[in-house]
Nanobody, 115 residues
């Protein structure tokens, strides 16, 4: 069983920054692709960023140049550094891992960006 715990959300003004963390257990973290998704009220959950086991990264176009995903394999933790936040980034942010043929999700952490 994969267990994911997000932290670091909060309320920030537009233009500000936050760093989210996701601690993982029950998975071979070093070989695992770790992803961040977000879901705004009334909208579908959408992909934000991925940290590949090779060290590569992928981003949604909407966050490129503002968000940075990174991972610390020694701590089984993936991070999402979010800069230049705007109200459109307001959402619940979820950590994701795909293993054993299914998706695993954390409980989510709320990010609210005020104008």
């Amino acid at each position: 069983q994969v267990h994911l715990v997000e932290s670091g959300g909060g309320l920030v003004q537009a233009g500000g920054s936050l760093r989210l963390s996701c601690a993982a257990s029950g998975t071979s973290f070093m070989r695992q692709v770790m992803r961040w998704y977000r879901q705004a009220p009334g909208k579908q959950r959408e992909f934000v960023a991925a940290a590949l086991s090779s060290g590569g990264t992928n981003y949604a176009d909407s966050v490129k140049g503002r968000f940075t995903i990174s991972r610390d394999n020694a701590k089984n933790t993936v991070y999402l550094q979010m800069n230049s936040l705007n109200p459109g980034d307001t959402a619940v942010y979820y950590c994701n891992a795909f293993q054993f043929g299914r998706d695993f999700w954390g409980q989510g952490t709320q990010v609210t960006v005020s104008p």
